[in-house]
């Protein structure tokens, strides 16, 4: 069986984390956790500009842990919360670093789907890792517009959680019917 591969990307505090790992149940798949936030937990401070790159190559071996292990328990999805492209553009954003970006974006191609999340989950501070809504909101901007940039396509997940889930489900379940079909 092959195994579908989907990005979900957004700012800080948008719901990423809760909605893969309902994707993960509903369908069933694997969630890989964001390396990142594990990161944070660990050290007690956001990443430095020279350890992004350790970050980035850390959330790729895990992705590619995750494909390995689904493919060998015959589950058809991964998702990933974040994805690569998340810590590229953090290290635009927070250092004026773009130097992981062409690698990340490369990376990001080998995806099915991108599911980008909306802003309207209330922003809440958790210590070392937030910023705030102002910082969230120029992250979003900065990841739609490295999409569009690129032509990668991305899909919006917005509203409650129910509503989000539910279009979240019926993206995944199409992207898996196109993959299925021999559609990039």
């Known amino acids: 069986m092959p195994v579908v591969v989907i990005a979900l990307l957004g700012a800080e505090c948008t719901g990423k ?5 309902a994707l993960a149940q509903t369908l069933p798949g694997l969630w890989v956790a964001e390396a990142l936030r594990e990161f944070v937990a660990r050290h007690g401070r956001p990443p430095r500009p020279a350890e992004q790159p350790a970050l980035l190559a850390e959330q790729v071996a895990r ?17 990933t919360d974040s994805a ?3 810590t590229a553009l953090y290290s635009e954003q927070l250092f004026a670093d773009s130097g992981l970006t062409a690698a990340a974006l490369r990376h990001h191609r080998r995806y099915r789907l991108t599911l980008v999340t909306g802003l309207e989950v209330p922003w809440e501070p958790d210590g070392a890792q937030r910023d705030g809504p102002q910082a969230r909101a120029d992250f979003d901007a900065r990841l739609r ?11 919006r997940v917005e509203g409650p959680h129910g509503p989000r889930l539910d279009r979240a489900l019926r993206l995944a379940r199409a992207a898996a019917e196109d993959y299925n079909r021999g559609s990039r």
């Open 17 to 21: 984390t809760t909605l893969c790992e």
């Open 145 to 155: 517009r490295a999409l569009a940039l690129a032509g990668i396509p991305h899909h």
């Open 63 to 79: 992705e590619e842990a995750a494909i390995a292990r689904a493919a060998a328990q015959g589950l058809g999805w991964v998702l």
């Open 84 to 86: 690569p492209l998340a």
